[in-house]
């Protein structure tokens, strides 16, 4: 006997069929995305003759993903794959709460303050980050976007909390 993992758990949880259940997993993941933006778009004006509507390029977009999301749970049903990696909630939580924290505060807190807030924190999302460069990123990446966006782009974002303004 050795020490050596095996390629495939013992104790999977997926029927003998599916030989890459990560494979397996990811396209479901693709199908029911795909799905979502043809629902949510299925309200949008589509294509009529040679013009396009609203609706177009995220219908297309939508069946290309369903589609490739379909032919990767194929792959994975017919092809031998990985088995399903842990799973680290760590990073998709911290990005996620960077994302919220950012909606929420750009009008009440202005661009510079929100952007720099959020990018702290999506940072919290590895235990590798080294805070003396992530400050200097951030502070790089805020003063950008406070110049791209209200100025370059003429978008009416605040920049400035809003009791500061008055």
Excluded: N
């Amino acid at each position: 006997m050795t020490d050596a993992p095996s390629r495939l758990s013992e104790k999977s949880v997926f029927p003998k069929w599916i030989r890459g259940p990560q494979d397996f997993i990811g396209g479901l993941a693709l199908v029911a995305v795909g799905a979502f933006a043809l629902w949510a778009s299925s309200d949008l004006q589509g294509m009529q003759g040679f013009s396009f509507g609203a609706g177009t390029a995220p219908r297309i977009f939508a069946v290309l993903l369903l589609v490739l999301g379909a032919v990767l749970a194929i792959t994975a049903v017919l092809v031998d794959g990985e088995p399903m990696a842990k799973f680290h909630w760590r990073g998709p939580l911290f990005v996620s709460l960077a994302i919220l924290c950012f909606a929420v505060s750009i009008r009440p807190l202005g661009l510079i303050v929100s952007a720099f807030a959020s990018f702290l924190i999506a940072a919290l999302g590895t235990p590798e980050t080294r805070w003396k460069e992530t400050i200097i990123v951030a502070t790089a990446l805020t003063t950008a976007c406070s110049l791209l966006f209200p100025y370059a782009l003429g978008l009416p974002i605040p920049l400035y909390p809003s009791f500061l303004i008055r």
